[in-house]
């Protein structure tokens, strides 16, 4: 059973700075491409950022470069987000999500339960 568990949400002030993790179990992490997603009350859900399956290429949205970053640990199973200088509008519900390295389209194969982020002003 494939189980990705977010952790380290909470609530921050405008500046602040908070670190996700996400652990992951049942599958080869190291055969995964992993990535965050947000989404808030009301809006889409967006991509934050990937990382490839070797931790070789990372990829940001505009709203988060320089402020933000994704980085795994294959040994520990483990997919971390460094979040900088956080804004009001980082807040949302965070998730995490596994996609294995064959999978041709952009559909994420597994997800975790999402942590809260709340950033206040």
């Known amino acids: 059973q494939v189980q990705l568990v977010g952790s380290g949400g909470g609530l921050v002030q405008t500046g602040g700075s908070l670190r996700l993790s996400c652990a992951a179990s049942?599958?080869?992490?190291?055969?995964?491409?992993m990535g965050w997603f947000r989404q808030a009350p009301g809006k889409e859900r967006e991509v934050v950022a990937t990382?490839?399956?070797?931790?070789?290429?990372?990829d940001y949205a505009d709203s988060v470069k320089g402020r933000f970053t994704i980085s795994r640990d294959n040994a520990k199973r483990t997919l971390y987000l460094q979040m900088n200088s956080l804004k009001p509008e980082d807040t949302s519900v965070y998730y995490c999500?596994?996609?294995?390295?064959?999978?041709?389209?952009?559909?994420?194969?597994?997800w975790g339960q999402g942590t809260q982020v709340t950033v206040s002003s």
């Open positions: 999500a596994a996609r294995h390295r064959s999978t041709r389209s952009a559909v994420y194969d597994y």
């Open positions: 990382i490839t399956w070797t931790g070789g290429d990372t």
């Open positions: 049942g599958l080869t992490f190291s055969t995964y491409a």
